[in-house]
């Protein structure tokens, strides 16, 4: 199905073709069109335009409105009048809200555009290290990527996934060799695994056995010369691609991925091993990026190390702090790798956009990373590459989330408490719901999870958030249970509807909480467009909470099954519930929020 224009849209083009004509000496004007609480929408182009042609605002807002037909003739427009210094102000039809969702209900996807693929993107997020408890500064890179994925694939992107985990580094030297010389610290007991291998044990056993593997590694590396001689050795071999070693170092992978997956699966959210790719799949890259680097000139020698330099990225000192892409002792770092992904996503995946999902305090980092490529002709005006920087997670006293004994909060332990503090609302409500006990687990988990996500994702990714489990589970206020009630709420509505059917009658008068209701609807497909040319997410959440909020409003002030109205006003009042529900349902779901049935 075509997709579906929206009033907006429709009304900004009446209005630009009536400022043409009008003021043909203006030549393309906007309208600058938007909502109002005066009307339906107002549109302030006028006095911009004014301001130009040096003429009176209200005389030409006149000049505009006469040349539209007092009702125009396919019926979208009611009314237009002049206000103020010359604002339009625009009320629609009842007729045309109506039809507009029933346009939109006739199609799976609510009527938003589906584009026409022009790009690639590439999206670097979840970026957990192998060998280390998940804490919760990994959520947002998680949250915040998952969220863009699911809203640029359903806009028409084709998405490529990149989860570049931690996987290389000198601390594998350590563990390796002591894994060399207590060779059985990864096997598991019998009935946790196949043979050894890991394959059927839990992520909680995946994790204590390298927590228990690092600390022995470690104390014995902090304690013995000879073993810490032995691990640095040990780091030589794994980099030079030394059999034994590289089959070891892939047991901590595949032991970390377990761990991984069972921390995602707890975050309702699919991982796909193929778009795991870490630090060590560019291993083989360095040298030549290096290389090229430096005989284009891009980077240059400064005391032993392979250096770019920036006229604006200076130290305390007024110095240049370069971005070092080789160490003067031969090693590789962060830069070179990062670079060698850009390269590999441009000229392998043929990714035309580069969204990276990273904590705003690398910002200065992927600056220079994003500009060294550009100079180097790997980022250019077809290829762009962009930070989709975020945020801290705060504790309720404002600082950084830590536990009472100091320590970086375990983001499994976080998310099992979300979980449990969810399920006793759930719990409360259960007996009015009807719900038994396997439905207030799943939806215990749906809340808690989808509570803890939507209070991420409805704060703009640059600001820090508090963490505040009381205020994300309530069911007053801006949070996703509120939503998720709101949804089921319909649901339990459409249930008890029986024979009633969901049906839009265009030609029945509104009132004013379902114009308000209608009109919020029809704006989804312009949020969507918006949110995926902004990697903002943040304005989904804000839509989906005032759509939930215009519901509520409908809910009070128009009962929708009372035995007073008329079948044709039930049936129009249903389908107002359903559209809204759809929305919401939908809405929710790019944000990674289920929505369960009933609550």
Not at 48 to 65: F, H, M, S
Not at 150 to 176: A, C, P, S, Y
Not at 185 to 190: A, C, F, M, N, V
Not at 555 to 576: G, I, K, M, T, W
Request: glycine letters at 8%; hydrophobic letters at 40%.
């Amino acid at each position: 199905m075509a997709p579906v224009t929206s009033l907006a849209s429709t009304v900004d083009q009446r209005i630009a073709d009536a400022l043409s004509a009008a003021l043909p000496e203006a030549g393309s004007a906007d309208p600058l069109l938007r909502r109002s609480d005066r009307a339906d929408y107002q549109a302030n182009g006028i006095l911009a335009l004014a301001k130009k042609l040096k003429g009176n605002p209200r005389e030409l807002a006149a000049q505009v409105v006469s040349s539209l037909p007092a009702a125009d003739s396919d019926g979208v427009i009611k009314e237009i009048e002049v206000s103020g210094p010359g604002f339009l102000n625009i009320t629609v039809t009842d007729r045309a809200i109506i039809e507009t969702l029933a346009a939109r209900a006739a199609d799976d996807r609510l009527g938003v555009p589906h584009a026409e693929r022009t790009g690639t993107t590439a999206i670097d997020y979840a970026q957990p290290n192998v060998a280390k408890e998940m804490h919760v500064g990994h959520l947002r890179s998680a949250v915040i990527g998952a969220a863009m994925v699911e809203i640029l694939e359903f806009m028409g992107e084709k998405v490529i996934r990149r989860h570049h985990i931690g996987d290389w580094g000198t601390q594998f030297g350590m563990l390796i060799q002591y894994l060399i010389e207590h060779p059985h610290e990864l096997d598991h007991q019998s009935g946790d695994g196949d043979n050894g291998t890991g394959a059927d044990i839990d992520g909680e056993t995946a994790m204590s056995n390298l927590n228990r593997l690092y600390k022995a590694s470690r104390a014995i590396f902090d304690s013995d010369e000879e073993f810490k001689a032995r691990s640095r050795d040990r780091v030589v071999a794994l980099q030079a691609g030394e059999k034994e070693t590289l089959d070891l170092w892939q047991r901590f992978v595949d032991e970390s991925k377990i761990y991984f997956h069972s921390v995602f699966d707890k975050l309702d959210m699919e991982i796909q091993d193929p778009d795991i790719v870490g630090e060590s799949g560019y291993n083989d890259m360095l040298e030549e990026t290096c290389r090229i680097l430096e005989e284009t000139g891009v980077a240059v020698r400064s005391e032993g190390a392979l250096c770019v330099f920036f006229d604006d990225v200076k130290g305390p000192d007024g110095n240049q702090v370069p971005l070092i892409v080789k160490k003067t002792n031969g090693g590789y770092g962060y830069a070179a790798t990062d670079l060698s992904a850009i390269r590999d996503r441009v000229r392998n995946l043929g990714a035309t956009t580069l969204l990276y999902v990273v904590d705003a305090r690398q910002s200065l980092h992927f600056k220079m990373v994003f500009e060294t490529a550009r100079r180097a002709g790997w980022l250019n005006d077809e290829v762009k590459a962009v930070q989709l920087a975020f945020g801290t997670v705060l504790g309720k006293d404002g600082k950084p989330f830590k536990t009472r004994e100091g320590e970086t909060v375990r983001l499994e332990d976080l998310l099992d408490e979300a979980v449990e503090r969810a399920t006793a609302v759930v719990r409360e409500k259960a007996e009015k719901a009807g719900l038994g006990e396997q439905e207030i687990v799943e939806n215990g988990r749906y809340v808690g999870i989808g509570a803890v996500k939507y209070a991420d994702l409805s704060t703009s990714a640059v600001r820090d958030y508090k963490f505040d489990l009381d205020q994300m589970v309530s069911l007053h206020g801006d949070t996703s249970v509120y939503l998720q009630y709101a949804y089921a709420r319909i649901q339990s509505i459409l249930r008890k509807a029986g024979d009633a059917k969901a049906v839009a009658h265009p030609e029945l008068t509104l009132a004013p909480a379902e114009r308000a209701l209608g009109l919020h609807v029809d704006q989804f497909g312009e949020v969507l467009a918006e949110v995926a040319s902004g990697y903002e997410p943040h304005k989904l959440a804000a839509y989906l909470y005032q759509l939930a909020s215009l519901y509520t409003t409908f809910y009070d002030q128009c009962h929708v099954l009372s035995d007073e109205n008329a079948p044709e006003l039930v049936e129009n009042r249903l389908f107002l519930c359903d559209i809204t529900a759809r929305t919401l349902k939908q809405g929710l779901s790019l944000l990674g929020i289920r929505a369960p049935e009933r609550l």
